[in-house]
Nanobody
Framework: HVQLVESGGGSVQPGGSLKLSCEIS????????MGWFRQAPGTERAAVAA????????YVADSVKGRFTIARDNAKNTLYLLMSSLKPEDTGMYYC???????????????WGQGTQVTVS
């Protein structure tokens, strides 16, 4: 049974920081590309950051570059999104996802978490 369980969302003032966590089933964590997506009301889900351990490849969206970091803790099978200097436009539901291809397109990801809400105001 594949599980991706996010946590760490919440409300924060502009300029603040949050750390999102995504606990992942072991066999997914070790062999899949992992990504973070976000979706604001009335907008499409968009990639924020992604990482593939196999090639040590990382993607970070231009809109969050220098403020967000994607990280992994292999001992805990956990993916993180470290967010700092948060802006109101970072508000949205954040999802972690796992797929066979490192991609900015959600349709390339096979498994999704339930999402965690981030509100910056």
């Amino acid at each position: 049974h594949v599980q991706l369980v996010e946590s760490g969302g919440g409300s924060v003032q502009p300029g603040g920081s949050l750390k999102l966590s995504c606990e992942i089933s072991l066999y997914i964590y070790s062999s899949y590309c992992m990504g973070w997506f976000r979706q604001a009301p009335g907008t499409e889900r968009a990639a924020v950051a992604a990482h593939y351990t196999g090639t040590a490849t990382t993607y970070v969206a231009d809109s969050v570059k220098g403020r967000f970091t994607i990280a992994r803790d292999n001992a805990k099978n956990t993916l993180y999104l470290l967010m700092s200097s948060l802006k109101p436009e970072d508000t949205g539901m954040y999802y972690c996802a796992a797929g066979r291809l490192l991609s900015v397109h959600g349709y390339n990801y096979d498994f999704w978490g339930q999402g965690t809400q981030v509100t910056v105001s």
